[in-house]
């Protein structure tokens, strides 16, 4: 078909497939009558371009991923998944959504690397996370004669489960300090991801902390269970944790998540 | 913080925000009229850019510009964006929003690009249904920025600046001139810049942006990381004789310096800005 009657549709159905293209090849229905700079040159400007910004997004989210890899190793990486990762996000933020489980992928025999990079994902999505009231000790007072009522996270909580010493290798990269030596961990931990404040904030969880947290996120009640159709929180803790005093590991646990202000000050009954 | 140019002379001139100067705006009042915002930098769902937006929203008149809407895109826009943009708009009240004259992607895929369209006739079609798609959700005229390209089509039917009017003339929207991006296409692809400004609707433009590209010899790229130049500045002289006086701004979104750095930028914007019109006036 003459160029002359392209459509719309097709230009850019072609423009988006030799920018996808995994080499630039140029393109028949570009102008080259200027500055006689060829179409393929014309045409690569965008095509670098695409490349170019996307991998700034990727270095600007994992920035701690990236330090760990060196630049070198991170750019490659960074450019095979824009290869095969095209964006369908509006926001160019959110385009590194799925580049933790591909490096779990290309780099089996160095999970750390993943781990170091949901890390970091999970941070930058609770920097603009929604925004919630926050439960103060008096909220908490008000509704504590009440034992069947749910507590609600704020939105911005996540969590994510580590094998390796990774949190300690992003904290000795946060602190420009040389990472200390990846470590298998006898045992995952837990680490609890939210924002406070304007700032993101992490910390590592007890078995028995990461347990409650997850009977909180599931709609476990505080207390009484009638009519619930889910066990109270007291009830599962007191199962998985049989040596463990429950009520009063608990109360230390309320407090703490006060001050963390990982409460959300909306309730139900 | 006003101009030399009176009350005449409307909002004045402007910085975009960026968040290395949250705190400079934060801390004390700057000699800037109006800042112009990313919208897209804050359609997010909470946390420090929408506190800080609205911090600084109570002290300065804002603008709002996006990077996403992709108005020439063939499969129409995206009505959770256009949704998404109404809200910050309610949030903002902004003295005009404004967005690209481009495509950014189809069939679900994003380029992150401002991708040059084809001037035919078919492309305009699309674009004022996607105009009119987008005025009706924000009730009021978007500005269309024209985009600084680095391709020509084998298919245009009309020059850019053709293309423009007839835009402005099928869906009554604003223009957004970006006398640098003028400048960087006039140069990429051989046409005269004059020529553009003076193909543009008078009454239709709504701003000005200003900013700095790279030289690569053989053609230009619009980075905004550099300091206006002296070609650009000439160039916007021309534009302040044609159009008379618009709400203009500095665009710089790489390698960015100290606000009183920009400033510095800006006054020179003021500076030609008052010799112009005065001299016009004086005439």
Request: glycine share 6%.
């Amino acid at each position: 078909m003459p160029v002359t009657y392209m459509k719309l549709a097709e230009l850019q159905n072609d423009f988006q497939r030799a920018l996808f293209d995994t080499e630039c090849k140029g393109a028949d229905w570009i102008s080259e009558s200027a500055r006689g700079l060829s179409a393929r040159k014309r045409l690569d400007i965008y095509y670098n371009a695409y490349r170019l910004r996307l991998v700034d997004v990727l270095l600007d989210t994992f920035e701690h991923t990236a330090i760990y890899l060196g630049d070198d190793w991170f750019n490659q990486i960074a450019m095979e998944y824009v290869q095969s990762h095209p964006s369908t996000y509006k926001n160019i933020g959110l385009y590194g959504k799925d580049f933790p489980g591909f490096l779990a992928k290309q780099l089996p025999l160095d999970k750390e690397v993943s781990e170091l990079a949901l890390m970091d994902w999970k941070l930058r999505r609770a920097f603009d996370g929604a925004d919630s009231c926050v439960m103060t000790l008096e909220d908490l007072q008000l509704l504590a004669g009440n034992e069947g009522f749910r507590l609600h996270t704020v939105p911005t909580l996540t969590t994510c489960t580590q094998h390796f010493n990774s949190l300690e290798i992003w904290n000795a990269i946060n602190q420009d300090q040389t990472p200390p030596v990846v470590e298998q961990l006898p045992e995952s931990i837990d680490i609890l991801i939210w924002r406070k404040g304007h700032s993101p904030h992490f910390r590592s969880l007890a078995k028995i902390e990461s347990a409650a947290i997850a009977c909180v996120c599931a709609g476990n009640t505080l207390g009484d269970t009638r009519g619930a159709t889910l066990e109270s929180i007291g009830t599962v803790l007191e199962k998985d944790f049989p040596d463990v005093d429950v009520a009063t590991e608990f109360g230390v646990m309320l407090h703490r998540w006060l001050d963390d202000e990982i409460l959300s000050a909306t309730s139900d009954m | 913080m006003t101009t030399g140019f009176g009350p005449g002379f409307g909002p004045g001139f402007g910085l975009g925000l960026r968040t290395q100067h949250y705190n400079d705006f934060i801390a004390e009042p700057q000699p800037v009229d109006w800042l112009e915002v990313i919208s897209d930098n804050y359609m997010v769902d909470g946390g420090k850019p929408l506190a800080m937006l609205d911090q600084i929203r109570a002290n300065y008149p804002m603008v709002m510009h996006g990077v996403s809407m992709s108005i020439g895109s063939i499969n129409g826009l995206d009505k959770e964006y256009l949704r998404k943009l109404k809200i910050l708009e309610q949030r903002v009240e902004p003295m005009w929003v404004s967005d690209h004259l481009c495509w950014s992607g189809v069939h679900g895929r994003n380029l992150h690009d401002l991708l040059p369209l084809p001037y035919t006739q078919e492309a305009l079609q699309v674009v004022t249904r996607n105009v009119e798609q987008a005025q009706e959700v924000l009730q009021r005229p978007l500005a269309l920025e024209n985009v600084s390209s680095y391709v020509e089509y084998e298919m245009s039917e009309m020059t850019e600046w053709e293309f423009l009017a007839e835009v402005v003339q099928a869906t009554g929207c604003q223009l957004l001139l970006d006398i640098n991006n003028i400048y960087v296409s006039a140069f990429n692809h051989d046409f005269s810049p004059t020529s553009f400004i003076e193909g543009v609707p008078l009454d239709s433009v709504a701003q000005f942006h200003l900013a700095g590209h790279l030289n690569n010899g053989d053609h230009l790229i619009d980075t905004h990381d550099h300091p206006v130049c002296d070609d650009v500045w000439d160039l916007y002289r021309q534009a302040l004789l044609h159009f008379g006086y618009v709400p203009t701004m500095i665009e710089r979104d790489d390698n960015i310096p100290s606000l009183p750095e920009l400033i510095d930028e800006l006054n020179v914007a003021r500076g030609i800005a008052d010799d112009v019109l005065n001299t016009k006036i004086a005439l």
